[in-house]
């Protein structure tokens, strides 16, 4: 089911966004096993996302090194330690304390990390991030760090079946992609767009989506 899976998901995902810009398919792994993802992985997934630090510490050497690394969940300063020097693309910066923590972090190992600023697009109580609105703040603040290198931007849409309003904010997304972007430049990733919402927010400008139960079906939390 997961090589059958990830060969549709491949072939179905378009190459570029409406901007031209390639897409990059991030195979989410959370709760998954190391067999499951290392199959994903033979079958053509070159990026992996987890959100859980020891679920990374305790499966990555076991994981296929091809696959580059992303870390997509939210970020306690005490669990940078399982992760510093081994991810990639740190996803989901969503305050500023996790980020002068991974600047210190990067410092102290003599590397610069790559982050994403996440923006609490939908303004939910449940989820973290930046507010939309202090967007340009929240760059400038992180950017003046050390060892941190910000390519882009992160979101998680809102659980709705209301289609205009999940267009609105993946669209409001890319004009703040694009504001940062034409102002301050090195902008790569917009992430944005999950199983249940991706071909929209691609629709909208997403060059980066993040898919799980689409590979490897519903999670089982056991």
Same mark, same amino acid.
């Given at each position: 089911?997961?090589? !059958? ?44 996302? #987890?959100?859980?630090?020891?679920? %990374? ?6 994981? +296929? ?9 939210? +970020? ?13 693309? *740190? ?25 994403? +600023?996440? +923006? ?9 991030? %930046?507010?939309?609105?202090?967007? !340009?703040?929240? *760059?400038? !603040? ?44 090195? %902008? ?14 691609? !629709? ?11 590979? %490897?079906?519903?999670?089982?939390? #056991?």
């Amino acid at each position: 089911m997961i090589e !059958e899976n990830v060969k549709n998901l491949l072939e179905s995902i378009p190459e570029h966004n409406p901007q031209g810009e390639k897409i990059t398919f991030v195979a989410a792994i959370k709760t998954q096993t190391v067999e499951n993802i290392n199959r994903a992985i033979r079958a053509g997934i070159r990026d992996i996302g #987890d959100n859980h630090a020891q679920e %990374f510490r305790d499966k990555n050497d076991s994981i +296929l090194p091809e696959a580059r690394r992303h870390f997509i969940g939210h +970020l306690q300063t005490n669990k940078l330690k399982y992760l510093i020097g081994k991810v990639g693309l *740190y996803q989901s910066i969503d305050r500023l304390e996790i980020a002068k923590a991974l600047s210190e972090k990067s410092q102290k190992a003599g590397i610069t990390s790559e982050i994403l +600023l996440q +923006l609490n697009i939908g303004n939910e109580e449940s989820k973290s991030g %930046f507010d939309p609105d202090d967007a !340009e703040r929240a *760059y400038l !603040e992180v950017s003046a760090l050390k060892n941190l290198k910000i390519t882009g931007l992160m979101a998680m849409l809102p659980e709705s079946d209301d289609e205009a309003l999940l267009r609105s904010l993946a669209t409001r997304m890319r004009e703040t992609y694009d504001n940062l972007n034409a102002k301050y430049g090195g %902008f790569v990733h917009l992430s944005m767009g999950m199983s249940g919402d991706w071909k929209l927010c691609v !629709e909208c400008g997403s060059n980066m989506i993040r898919l799980g139960t689409a590979i %490897f079906g519903p999670r089982h939390y #056991d």
